[in-house]
């Protein structure tokens, strides 16, 4: 017996979907500003001369990489309430679901794009470090100045990348029963009796999105045409 499609539960959804997708946005915007910011303090601090920065920088990666990412989401839905209700004497009803999938993305990501920004670094002639030092600059300010954004330009395509794969990835939040896009998705499809129907469409939005920003980090790839 064939399946009796009906997508008539879709157009009057739109509104809460709208706010689910605006969850997943933010929880992907945040993750991806903290990311790299925090990243960028790893990559700098494995490369370092110091060994204790070196150390703590590798044990970090390390373990965020060794461990899935919906692990790590529950230990911060775990922890982050109870700590921030501590530390701020929130009420225990506040909800902190939102709070705990952005810290707990953002420093998940943070070690992904550590290593992006580590190879980009890397990938920067060490002459360019040398003629800094030899102009008058620190380390840190040669870093800062010349090494890292030469190396930001290189990684754009990488860091686009890793963004369409922490979007995709936001949908696992349903494990803090936030209502992302994906959890709103299936919420209406469950209550309506029409979970094909919704999962399929909120499968169409995402590859919408993530082709279009594919498409935006082919377009980047591409060597520009000197005139």
Request: with cysteine; glycine share 6%.
């Amino acid at each position: 017996m064939a399946y009796d499609f009906d997508w008539s539960s879709i157009p009057g959804s739109l509104p809460f979907l709208a706010q689910g997708l605006w969850v997943s946005l933010e929880i992907t915007l945040v993750a991806l500003v903290v990311g790299m910011v925090w990243g960028t303090l790893l990559a700098v601090m494995r490369l370092s001369p110091l060994v204790p920065l070196r150390w703590f920088a590798t044990g970090y990666i390390n373990l965020f990489r060794s461990v899935p990412l919906v692990m790590v989401l529950l230990w911060f839905f775990l922890i982050v309430p109870q700590l921030f209700t501590q530390l701020f004497n929130l009420s225990p009803a506040t909800d902190l679901r939102l709070t705990s999938a952005m810290v707990g993305f953002a420093l998940f990501e943070s070690a992904y794009y550590a290593e992006i920004i580590r190879a980009g670094i890397q990938s920067v002639p060490k002459g360019q470090l040398a003629a800094a030092t030899a102009l008058g600059l620190s380390r840190m300010q040669a870093m800062r100045l010349v090494i890292l954004p030469q190396a930001l330009r290189n990684m754009v395509p990488l860091l686009l990348t890793q963004a369409i794969v922490l979007f995709q990835d936001t949908s696992l939040v349903y494990v803090s029963a936030l209502a992302d896009f994906f959890g709103s998705a299936y919420k209406v499809g469950d209550r309506d009796g029409r979970l094909v129907e919704m999962l399929l469409f909120a499968g169409a939005v995402y590859f919408v999105l993530c082709f279009a920003l594919s498409r935006l980090v082919q377009a980047l790839q591409k060597p520009k045409v000197q005139h």
